[in-house]
């Protein structure tokens, strides 16, 4: 009996489970990447299973060990960062705990900036500390202190931002990828900031280059993910540890990511030139009191980040301090405002605002943002792709509006 006769005879609920699963492998490729639902993969050979089962390159048996789906998210923004592979995670914040977990043991010492992601920080402050790490923190801008810091320490892992959250001092990383070398310490950079086409922080020397698939990359405000673009021997470790961890990346927002990218090149570019226009009125605003964004010539990374980023861009985010404000202002600023979302992420297509003190440093200590430099007047602004005078006139207004409060 052949085998449509077989399932000719089969039951009703046979049939309906089993119908149009499974086709004979297709003669055509489709243009775009499909989504791969399945959390099962077949063969028809049961060793060739079992090789998957194993680890084989290329070959899938369960989404927790890998998606098609997710190997082409992988697969380009490892392209664009210039490594030999990247591994995603179901979050950002999921894809730094797993490049600093699969770095580090407990015992060793950890050596991270003084301006990190406010959950970045806390994981090192807490959670690695309880874990049995030694972790201190050190203004990485500062070379001198920073050198000490790592010649002391001689720590096993540096952790550091290229564009700092959220005042937007950019690092030279040449110079500390130097020192962590010279030391044998990894390299840890979260480039969310810039993204991949400002700058490619492996090109320096960084071994791990974390990114908010969130952010910029996919670009939408749709997803939630995160990427750690590596070596091969890293992202073998990264690999299993996604796996045994199961912080994986879902294959229905790898697709929405791996759209995102196409885009990308055309979105920063706008961002960027936006961000310029934006940051330049605010300078002039007679309510602001400072404006943080490095393409400013006053700003003090200015010159860093023209060697780093050239005319690429300076990227799409700023912070500004209300004069004189305070909380009930800054609450006042976001209420006020009509177009800008105030909403907590970055990197959307719509321009976004939040009050770091609220919501990305709010698990530091008052002393700490302080220390960071955080005010209770200062407000970060994810500069979206509208059109620039529009950002502008939404942005003035609310501030008119706030300092009246």
Excluded at 16 to 43: D, K, M, N, W
Excluded at 63 to 84: F, H, K, S
Excluded at 100 to 114: C, E, N, Q
Excluded at 152 to 165: D, G, H, Q, T
Aim: glycine share 10%; charged share 20%.
């Amino acid at each position: 009996m052949s085998d449509q006769g077989e399932k000719s005879r089969r039951g009703i609920a046979s049939r309906a489970v089993h119908g149009g699963e499974r086709p004979e492998r297709p003669q055509f490729t489709p243009v775009v990447t499909p989504i791969y639902l399945g959390s099962a993969y077949v063969y028809d050979d049961v060793e060739i299973m079992d090789a998957a089962l194993g680890g084989a390159e290329g070959k899938y048996v369960y989404t927790r060990y890998g998606n098609p789906t997710t190997t082409a998210i992988e697969t380009v923004i490892a392209d664009l960062e210039g490594t030999t592979g990247a591994v995603a995670f179901s979050s950002g914040m999921a894809a730094v705990h797993a490049a600093i977990m699969t770095s580090v043991t407990t015992g060793d010492k950890i050596l991270a900036s003084r301006d990190l992601y406010g959950a970045t920080y806390s994981m090192l402050a807490g959670y690695m500390r309880e874990w049995g790490c030694t972790v201190e923190f050190v203004d990485m801008l500062d070379l001198q202190a920073t050198g000490e810091a790592i010649e002391r320490l001689k720590p096993a892992l540096i952790v550091c931002e290229i564009i700092s959250n959220p005042l937007m001092r950019v690092m030279d990383l040449s110079e500390v990828a130097r020192m962590a070398k010279a030391v044998r310490a990894t390299l840890l950079v979260d480039a969310t900031f810039n993204g991949p086409l400002l700058y490619n922080p492996a090109a320096e020397g960084a071994q791990l280059v974390v990114h908010s698939l969130t952010k910029y990359i996919a670009g939408h405000g749709d997803v939630t993910g995160g990427i750690v673009a590596t070596t091969a021997m890293r992202r073998e470790r990264l690999s299993n540890y996604a796996k045994m961890a199961g912080a994986i990346l879902g294959p229905f927002e790898a697709w929405l990511a791996l759209r995102g990218v196409k885009t990308l090149p055309l979105r920063m570019k706008a961002h960027c030139a936006n961000a310029a226009i934006v940051a330049a009125a605010l300078a002039e605003h007679p309510h602001i009191s400072q404006v943080n964004y490095p393409g400013l010539t006053s700003h003090p990374s200015h010159q860093t980040a023209t060697r780093l980023f050239g005319e690429r861009g300076y990227g799409g985010m700023l912070s500004f301090e209300i004069k004189d404000a305070g909380r009930e202002q800054a609450f006042a600023f976001l209420e006020a405002l009509k177009m800008v979302v105030p909403a907590t992420s970055l990197g959307d297509v719509y321009s976004l605002a939040l009050y770091p003190a609220m919501s990305s440093h709010r698990s530091l200590t008052p002393e700490e943002r302080i220390a960071s430099g955080i005010s209770d007047g200062l407000i970060r602004v994810s500069v979206g792709i509208e059109d620039a005078a529009d950002i502008i006139g939404d942005i003035s207004q609310a501030v008119e509006k706030a300092v009246r409060v």
